[in-house]
Nanobody, 116 residues
Framework: QVQLMESGGGLVQAGGSLRLSCAASGSIGSINYMGWYRQKPGKQRDLVAVITTDGSTNFADSVKGRFTISRDSAKNTVYLQMNSLKPEDTAVYYC??????????WGQGSQVTVSS
C-alpha cells in the first residue's frame, strides 16, 4: 500500500506563490509516477503536473511557465511550486501516485485559494 500526505495549501493574493508537498510512504517502489491534479467546484479533476521516476515532467497548458514540479527521492516527497498565482488557480489540489499495477492512490486534498 502507498499512503500520501499533502501539506502547504492556503490563501494567497493574486501574483503570490505557494508550495504544495506530497509525502509518500509504504510501498514506494510500486509507484510509476506522481502528479498533482486540481478540482474546481462543480468541475472534474484535471491534471496540473506530473513527474515520472526518471524525472520527466508534463504540465497543463494553463500552468506552464508558472508552476514547477520536483521531487526529493530521499524524502519520498513531490513538490508543486506555484508562482504568479491567479484567481482561476483556486481549487482543491490533489496529489496522485499511479502504481505499476495501474491503480491510483490519492492524497487528502489541499485547498488553494487565490484572492484578486
Amino acid at each position: 500500500q502507498v499512503q500520501l500526505m499533502e501539506s502547504g495549501g492556503g490563501l494567497v493574493q493574486a501574483g503570490g506563490s505557494l508550495r504544495l508537498s506530497c509525502a509518500a510512504s509504504g510501498s514506494i517502489g510500486s509507484i510509476n509516477y506522481m502528479g498533482w491534479y486540481r478540482q474546481k467546484p462543480g468541475k472534474q479533476r484535471d491534471l496540473v503536473a506530473v513527474i515520472t521516476t526518471d524525472g520527466s515532467t508534463n504540465f497543463a497548458d494553463s500552468v506552464k511557465g508558472r508552476f514547477t514540479i520536483s521531487r526529493d527521492s530521499a524524502k519520498n516527497t513531490v513538490y508543486l511550486q506555484m508562482n504568479s498565482l491567479k484567481p482561476e488557480d483556486t481549487a482543491v489540489y490533489y496529489c496522485k501516485a499511479q502504481l505499476r499495477t495501474g491503480y491510483n492512490r490519492w492524497g487528502q486534498g489541499s485547498q488553494v485559494t487565490v484572492s484578486s
